[in-house]
Every structure is written in C-alpha cells, then in structure tokens.
C-alpha cells in the first residue's frame, strides 16, 4: 500500500476505528472518516477521539458524520471523495445490549454492511477489511477457536449479525471478486477504549468505591488483545489482499475472501485481570460474584496462525503491560 494513498474508514469515532486512522495518518496516508456518533455510549468520548485526530492530522483527516445504514446518507458522505480500501470498522456494538435492542443490530451491521459492500464495488475498492467478532463462536468449547471451526451455533443476535456479514462477503466475492478481509476481533483494550467493556467498568467502579460485578462466579477467561496490536494486524492486513487466484484462503474460501482471528493467543482468566488492575489502580476490589449473563460464553481464546502466516502478525503487549497503560491513560482522561 503505496503512502498517500487515502483510506475510507467508518467507526473512525470509536476505539479501533479512532486508533486505525491515527496509524494510517502516522504512516503518510489521509483518512475519510465516516461515523454516525450513536449515543450507544459516551458521545463526548467519541468526540474527544476525532478531535485529537483533527488537532494533530489537519486536513489529512477528513471527518464526516454520517449513518452508513441509510444508504443515501453514505452515498453522500463518500460523494466526491476516491479511496484506495475501506476499512469497515462501524457497527453496533455490545453482547448484551442486542438483547435488548436487537433492530439496532440488524440495521448497522446487517443493512450498513451491505451498505459498505455495495460502495466497495461501486467503487470498484481494491480491497476493503471489515470488523468481525470473535462472538461468532458461541458456544462453541474448543479451544483455542479457529477460523476452520464451525460457526453456526451463535449464542447472540450479535454474534448472527456478525456471520452473516461474513456469509454477505463472500457472496460479493464470489459474485463480484471484490478482495475482503475479515477480522474477528477478540477482547480488545487500551487507551481510549469503550465504557461498556469490562475493563473500563472495573476501572471506574474501582476508583469510585463500588463493587465490580464479576459473572458466571468469576470462572471467566478473556483473550485480551492490547489496541496497539489490534492496529499492526490491520495495517498487515491492508498490505495483503486476498488474491483471486482460486486457492483456499483462511477461513476457507477460495474467492477473495479471508477470515482472520486477531486476538492475543493467550487467554487471561478474569481473576488474573482483576488482580493486575488492583495493583495499576492502587485500589483493592470490592467484588460481586454473578452468575452467567444470557448471551455470553466463557472462554475465549484465539489461534491466530492463520494471521501470523499470511502477515506476521505478532502480539506483543501482555496483560501487566497493557493494563497500567490503560489505567494511566484513564486517570489523564477523568482530569482533563
């Protein structure tokens, strides 16, 4: 991927997306950010995080706000601008919340999806990246999960939404030979990370004297992947396309399709995490055991030879590094 090439990335407000754009910015590259900031958690952050992006990238960074589940909306947003690969990061997220309010879920991961896949090759986009989930498992009790396991048993409307974003890909690349990328993405944490994930909740319940709510008894394990990795492996990715070329591809395929685990490959039992986030906050835990919330599993582990094989792709933060990082980090942010 040549420098100056311009990237068309969407969720470019939300953790990964905010820190995808950062890195591509860094690289030489100008961003078309595209997010709708839905008020599914903090829009104050997501603002906080395209501000940092605009005060230190300029124009490089062009930030649009835009629903990419109303197609005209997308259509506009992009209008006037070329790019070189989109990297699809928007979609609502949360296990729990699709429980909930599960017509959000099929509009911006269903129809936003779609959305994407038919501006990629409109386009005709040399390649586009997407976000997957490792909930695409479910119940699923091997371990370490492969991306060559099964995955129709999904525990979550969230989980479904996210397959069948996978099964509408390789349609397209069957249809259209359009090169896609699929990443599942495992536990992801550091700075500037998502309120509703456990580790932030821990953090703020910590800081403020309340007890954390710890479920199924704390017999959980997360592969907790630090934001830093999660970006080289996307950068890995962009640089290698899949190639039309018939043979079978991670995850299967033998169009231009390729699904990737990118996760830690070293799962952290829950107790661990909360152990290591004591000492980084200088706080002691005041802990509520629950049981088992619906939707949830609780393991997960990723094997990632897959995306070693075909990009390098090499964790390198361990949870005691990661973890007083995101604590520093989160003290800085409640002061600013």
């Known amino acids: 991927m040549a420098a100056q090439n311009r990237i068309l990335v969407t969720g470019a407000a939300g953790f990964i997306g905010a820190a995808v754009g950062r890195a591509l910015l860094l690289r030489g590259h100008s961003v078309l950010g595209i997010d709708n900031l839905d008020a599914y958690y903090s829009v104050a952050l997501k603002q906080a995080r395209v501000a940092q992006l605009c005060d230190e990238f300029g124009d490089r960074f062009d930030f649009r706000r835009a629903d990419f589940s109303d197609q005209a909306a997308l259509d506009t947003a992009a209008n006037g601008a070329d790019f070189d690969a989109i990297v699809h990061l928007g979609a609502q997220a949360g296990v729990r919340y699709s429980i909930e309010n599960p017509r959000a879920y ?8 779609l959305n994407l896949l038919e501006l990629a090759r409109a386009r005709q986009v040399p390649h586009m990246i997407y976000a997957s989930s490792s909930s695409v498992y479910g119940g699923n009790d091997r371990l370490p999960f492969a991306v060559e396991d099964r995955v129709d048993n999904p525990v979550s ?110 799962p952290v039992p829950i107790m661990h995490l909360i152990d290591v986030l004591q000492q980084a906050c200088g706080v002691r835990a005041d802990i509520n055991f629950m049981p088992m919330q619906a939707g949830d599993v609780a393991s997960t582990f990723a094997d990632i030879t897959a995306l070693n094989r075909d990009t390098g792709y090499t964790p390198a933060t361990s949870i005691e590094a990661g973890v007083p990082s995101f604590v520093d980090w989160f003290r800085r942010y409640h002061c600013m």
Request: hydrophobic share 35%; charged share 20%; proline share 6%.
């Open 106 to 113: 099929v509009s911006s991961n269903i129809a936003g999806h």
């Open 157 to 266: 409307l969230y989980a479904a939404t996210k397959r069948a974003d996978e099964l509408m890909s390789e349609t397209y690349a069957h249809l259209f030979r359009i090169p896609l990328t699929g990443l599942r993405f495992f536990t992801v944490y550091g700075p500037w990370g998502r309120p509703d994930m456990a580790m932030w909740k821990f953090t703020r319940s910590m800081f403020d004297g309340r007890p954390i709510d710890v479920y199924n008894h704390g017999r959980m394990s997360r592969d907790f992947t630090y934001i830093d990795d999660i970006v080289s492996g996307i950068i890995g990715c962009l640089a290698n396309p899949p190639v039309d070329d018939g043979q079978v591809k991670a995850g299967g395929s033998v169009k231009p399709h390729a699904l990737y685990n990118i996760g830690n490959n070293k």
